[in-house]
């Protein structure tokens, strides 16, 4: 098993080096300029020097932990991560419990679909003036953002999950003489786990998407702030190396969502003995 995913690993890492190495080859011999896409050595060089601390090591000013972890992308990424988290938790926790009761009661299905038809396809970015004006600058507004993208795909995934419920399933709990609190939770609840957990991914990656966006107008840290920063200076370099630190923290979440996910719906795949 460890084996496969080493090889797998390694199979999933040809692609980047190969697209690596024809970058480095087109910045190296000139055919683009180095100041709108430096090469990945550039890059890698600037990335160092936005991880490291800016000031050296003195014993007066703290400990050597708090100074290794004082780099301004430690900062920022830990800005962006707290905003992901706390957005995500505020979206799915309201968007939990309205999912369950409109995949479980046609007459709250009836009563408010309509409305989260309407307000669905509005995007996040669609309410930054609203929520700068609601909440002013800051994490408030931030945070208002993501919990409102994470609060569709987990909301929408529910419902599906809930209604998808195979009826066999639910007549066979009744005849044998299930009330339905028994049933929600003992046959619909489990069997829409998986849609719910697919909704909770989909969720993070979306509200990894609003972060960066709400960062660039309402906070003056994270992520999105620096890139956007980088770009009134033109730093080109801090830009590329502040998107693949996206991506990683963005894979990182996603790869350890999956294996929760793996892990919670073992018995669903029939892999728990």
């Known amino acids: 098993m460890r084996r ?3 090889l797998a690993a390694l199979q999933g890492a040809v692609v980047p080096l190969v697209l690596l190495a024809i970058w480095q080859a087109a910045s190296s011999s000139g055919l683009v300029n180095a100041k709108i896409l430096p090469s990945p050595v550039a890059v890698a060089v600037r990335w160092w020097a936005y991880l490291a601390p800016a000031e050296p090591y003195d014993p007066a000013n703290g ?7 004082s780099g301004e992308l430690i900062m920022d990424a830990m800005g962006s991560l707290y905003r992901v988290v ?20 046609r007459a709250a299905f009836r009563w408010l679909n309509p409305l989260v038809e309407v307000l669905r396809p509005i995007p996040p970015i669609a309410y930054i003036p609203l929520s700068i004006l609601w909440f002013g600058l800051g994490n408030p507004p931030a945070i208002f953002l993501i919990s409102l993208g994470a609060f569709f795909p987990v909301l929408v995934n529910t419902i599906a999950g809930v209604r998808q419920v195979d009826g066999i399933y ?3 709990a009744r005849n044998l003489g299930a009330g339905p609190l028994t049933i929600f939770r003992r046959v619909m609840l489990p069997a ?3 849609y719910i957990l697919s909704g909770v991914r989909i969720g993070i990656g979306t509200a990894f998407i609003v972060v960066i966006v709400s960062e660039m107008i309402a906070v003056n840290n994270g992520l999105g702030f620096r890139i956007l ?3 009134e200076y033109f730093w080109s370099d801090k830009i590329i190396a502040g998107m693949l630190t996206i991506g990683l923290l963005g894979l990182a979440i996603d790869s350890g969502v999956t294996r929760i996910n793996n892990h919670l719906l073992r018995w669903h795949r029939g892999l728990e003995h």
Request: aromatic share 12%.
């Open 229 to 231: 920063e980088a770009r």
């Open 192 to 194: 829409a786990t998986p």
């Open 63 to 69: 400990g050597y932990i708090a100074w290794l972890f």
């Open 170 to 172: 639910l007549r066979a």
């Open 86 to 105: 706390m957005g995500f938790l505020v979206g799915a926790i309201l968007a939990l419990p309205m999912g369950l009761a409109m995949g479980a009661s």
């Open 4 to 6: 496969n995913t080493w």
